[in-house]
């Protein structure tokens, strides 16, 4: 990142949160469940799936927790009324983990079983290194029950190769990501380089072991590397799909859907867009290029 980059993330928090929300529009589909229904039906029609994501996390109070569990039981019984694509993905932050990991995992039992009755998923979201294990065995309890769970492993993370060999035998389904929280050097690989290679290893293996893999990623070269593997295994269009986020990379989905892969559209909706919006804009600095030329302009 240049020095310039470097600089403006750091005046981010400077901006109007209504200058914010201008550029938010581009990554948030809305602060209501109709408005996201309407965006994974235009998704579908371009031939996209998608997951459904509640915005939220690091829930301290129990009955927020509970009413955003509710919010994902809606969200699964629209799915299916609506006949769109989609499943959902929760963070376990939002569902009570740092309140009672007992109380969080019932919780997430009530969203699968929800979205069981539907044949449809549940994609457990990755958080900070904290939360890695407790999240690992919610994962694993909640999917022998129900069949229908899925988890995220962050390829920066340095215990990931050894995670993998320890999914459950029976129908393990990984999204694999780059990893995009602040971690000890102890605990995650360092450096723009080493992190690709910490990618295509973790996507590599999870591949070559037959397991369905969420190919998370924006970066062309890991989408080439990845194309590569799938080649090179002779994985079955219906054993993994390539996973982006809403409002980024356009033209990216629209080449790796020509291409014949399936793709999936993480879509994020709710009140609690801010903090969800700067964490894409510091990912992000020519983006967030447009929060500075907005604040110059006035707008």
């Known amino acids: ?29 809305g602060s209501t469940l109709d408005e996201a229904l309407k965006v994974i039906q235009g998704l579908n029609a371009q031939g996209a799936m998608a997951t459904l994501d509640v915005l939220g996390e690091e829930v301290s ?30 963070k376990l932050t939002m569902l009570g983990l740092k309140i009672d990991e ?6 997430v039992d009530r969203i699968a079983a929800a979205a069981g009755e539907h044949g449809n998923s549940v994609r457990i979201d990755m958080e900070d290194a904290t939360t890695t294990d407790a999240t690992l065995r919610i994962y694993r309890e909640i999917h022998a029950r129900h069949g229908n769970l899925g988890c995220v492993l962050q390829a920066y993370m340095r215990r990931t190769l050894a995670d993998i060999d320890g999914l459950p035998a ?13 971690e000890a050097r102890t605990v995650a ?16 293996k999870l591949l070559a072991k037959g397991i369905y893999t969420g ?14 593997l799938i080649d090179k295994y002779g994985v079955p269009r219906d ?26 559209v993480y879509v994020p909706y709710g009140r609690d867009w801010y903090p969800y919006s700067m964490r894409r804009l510091r990912e992000n600095p020519e983006i967030a290029r447009h929060v500075l030329r907005a604040m110059l302009s006035g707008r």
């Open 1 to 29: 990142m240049s020095v310039f980059n470097r600089l403006l993330v750091k005046a981010l928090p400077l901006a109007p949160k209504a200058i914010v929300g201008l550029v938010a529009k581009r990554y948030v589909a």
């Open 61 to 90: 109070e129990r009955e927020k927790a509970v009413a955003f569990t509710e919010e994902y039981i809606r969200a699964v019984h629209a799915i299916a009324r609506e006949g769109v694509d989609s499943n959902v993905s929760v």
């Open 102 to 107: 007992g109380f969080c995992r019932d919780n």
């Open 170 to 182: 029976e129908k393990p389904s990984v999204r694999i990501c780059k990893g995009i929280y602040v």
């Open 189 to 204: 690989w360092k450096g723009h380089d080493t992190v690709r290679a910490t990618y295509v290893n973790a996507l590599e």
């Open 215 to 228: 190919i998370a990623t924006h970066d062309e070269f890991l989408a080439a590397r990845a194309v590569g």
């Open 239 to 264: 054993r993994y799909e390539f996973q982006m986020l809403y409002g980024v990379d356009e033209e990216l989905r629209r080449i790796l859907l020509a291409g014949g892969h399936r793709l999936r």
